[in-house]
């Protein structure tokens, strides 16, 4: 009868909450590994997928960019088509050098609306714009001051696509003139001498 009121316990009543009985801890742990394992995955493709499409984006606006471009480029064509049809034409050196001045000002005001700027070379030596190619003595001039112009440097927004090469002006330092005046001071053998202490 005993056995009987524990039983009659253990078996919940209608309407009771029954009981949980605890799961297997490892199989809880392997459960919640394939859930963030599939997690991950779903993340890594959906990663992969944002860079090609950020890839593919990208690659299409440098190609619109550069289609803007070209289509700026092409009346500059022309017009070169137009600059080798005038050399047909006998005593046309004059109105050829024209169309090139011409052809030059409108390349450059093309590459000027995309950002392009001469970099100044009326001034001061800048490393971070110029190259210097030859340094010349100068006492009439500042040191560091540029003297002339090799090629023309280019700078698209604020960075130096191609440095300015230059000659720059430098004034001899006090020291090397004194250096200079002292190695002529140094003893120096004549040719008689020399002769006489060889016999």
């Known amino acids: 009868m005993a056995e009987e009121q524990v039983e009659d316990s253990e078996t919940p009543e209608k309407g009771e909450p029954v009981a949980k009985v605890p799961a297997d801890p490892l199989a809880l742990k392997d459960g919640k590994i394939a859930e963030l394992t599939d997690d991950l995955k779903r993340l890594q493709a959906e990663f992969e997928n944002y860079k090609k499409r950020v890839d593919r984006e990208s690659g299409e606006r440098a190609k619109a960019s550069n289609q803007k471009l070209i289509a700026d480029l092409l009346p500059i064509l022309d017009s070169f088509d137009k600059a080798l049809e005038d050399t047909k034409n006998p005593g046309g050196s004059e109105n050829l050098r024209k169309g090139l001045l011409g052809l030059q000002k409108q390349f450059?005001?093309?590459?000027?609306?995309?950002?392009?700027?001469?970099?100044r070379t009326d001034g001061r030596f800048d490393p971070f714009l110029h190259e210097a190619m030859m340094r010349e003595e100068r006492e009439d001039v500042e040191e560091g001051t540029i003297l002339e112009v090799y090629q023309k440097g280019y700078a698209l927004a604020q960075r130096t696509l191609r440095p300015a090469r230059v000659k720059v002006a430098y004034k001899k330092a006090p020291?090397?003139?004194e250096d200079e005046g002292e190695d002529d001071d140094h003893d120096t053998i004549d040719d008689e001498e020399f002769k006489d202490e060889n016999q």
């Open 108 to 119: 450059l005001q093309t590459l000027q609306r995309e950002g392009l700027r001469e970099i």
């Open 175 to 177: 020291e090397e003139a």
